[in-house]
């Protein structure tokens, strides 16, 4: 069973920085894009941004020139640089793989981030 795990979330000041981390294991597959959502309290999960197997990556406006989006593709692993955290990026991070067996979300990751 493929199982993405996300690892990284936590608390923090504004201003401050956090570094998610997801790896996708559990089974043979080729990567097609991984890539990370939120999901704020009384909101709609958001995409926040992916990154292809071919390195292309796409960024929500709200985090452009703040969030930077990585891959180690040996390891299947995904990573999530965030910079210069604000409170409204305080939401449950999800990670996502798309995966040529299938489509697969991982359990969430809190990040909370205070004024």
């Known amino acids: 069973q493929v199982q993405p795990v996300e690892s990284g979330g936590g608390s923090v000041q504004a201003g401050g920085s956090l570094r998610l981390s997801c790896a996708a294991s559990?089974?043979?597959?080729?990567?097609?894009?991984m890539g990370w959502y939120r999901q704020a309290p009384g909101k709609q999960r958001e995409l926040v941004a992916h990154?292809?197997?071919?390195?292309?990556?796409n960024y929500a406006d709200s985090v452009k020139g703040r969030f930077t989006i990585s891959r180690d593709n040996a390891k299947n692993t995904v990573y999530l640089q965030m910079n210069s955290l604000k409170p409204d990026d305080t939401a449950l991070y999800y990670c996502n793989a798309l995966l040529s067996a299938g489509n697969y979300w991982g359990q969430g990751t809190q990040v909370t981030v205070s004024t």
């Open positions: 559990g089974g043979i597959f080729r990567v097609i894009t």
């Open positions: 990154i292809t197997s071919g390195g292309i990556t």
